[in-house]
């Protein structure tokens, strides 16, 4: 499929769905950055990273009690990993306007 193709596609699903996956296909994990609004409510960043970055290690610690990880339960707990680093990712985005 021509990548003018794809690129049309994921902008009429609002999400780059094809590119991810190949991303992930080459070891990459694509994520857009986005930051929250108020750039400078530092407590919402806070917040959001310690919500997500809780739920992996709720998810992981259950999915050890029961001794062995289905396909399912892995991808459930890749997705919570992969929204906990899009909140460092946003954090991080907000804090780079304050780089030299």
Partial sequence: ??????????????DPIVTRRL????????HKVDTLSGH??????QRRIVRQASGV?????ELLEGGE?????AAALIEEIDE???AFIS???SLSKFSI
């Fill in 57 to 61: 290690f709720v998810g992981l610690t």
């Fill in 1 to 14: 499929m021509p990548i003018d193709v794809v690129a049309d596609l994921e902008t009429a699903a609002g």
């Fill in 69 to 73: 990880i289905s396909r399912f339960q």
């Fill in 84 to 86: 906990t680093l899009v």
């Fill in 91 to 93: 954090l991080r985005s």
């Fill in 23 to 30: 991303a992930a296909r080459q070891g990459y994990l694509l």
């Fill in 40 to 45: 400078d409510r530092w407590q919402d960043h």
